[in-house]
């Protein structure tokens, strides 16, 4: 299982959109298809996210030297994506 770390402290969660939409799960609908509503909320959401966060560049920065990151259990299971994965070059176009 792949659980994301953060040794920098916890994440803080957004909030989620208010609405019938939120947390329900039905048959698609037209209404499904698009929502400003939630379209004004992610752009609200992105506009209060800073463009860089100095403790996730320290973070990547530590991990990029570690030798032990990635896991080994993850480089396999990635791996084992890739090679269940259909050859794009199948597709259609």
Do not use: C, H, K
């Not at 080994?72 to 050859?87: F, G, T, Y």
């Amino acid at each position: 299982m792949i659980t994301p770390t953060n040794s920098s402290g916890p994440l803080t969660p957004l909030p989620l959109p208010a609405g019938p939409r939120a947390g329900t799960a039905g048959p698609a609908t037209l209404q499904d298809a698009f929502q400003t509503d939630d379209a004004q909320w992610l752009q609200s959401a992105l506009a209060r996210t800073p463009a860089i966060r100095p403790e996730v560049v320290e973070r990547g920065a530590r991990l990029a030297v570690d030798p032990a990151y990635p896991p080994l259990e993850i480089i396999n299971e990635v791996a084992a994506l890739l090679a269940r994965s259909r050859d794009p070059s199948e597709f259609p176009e």
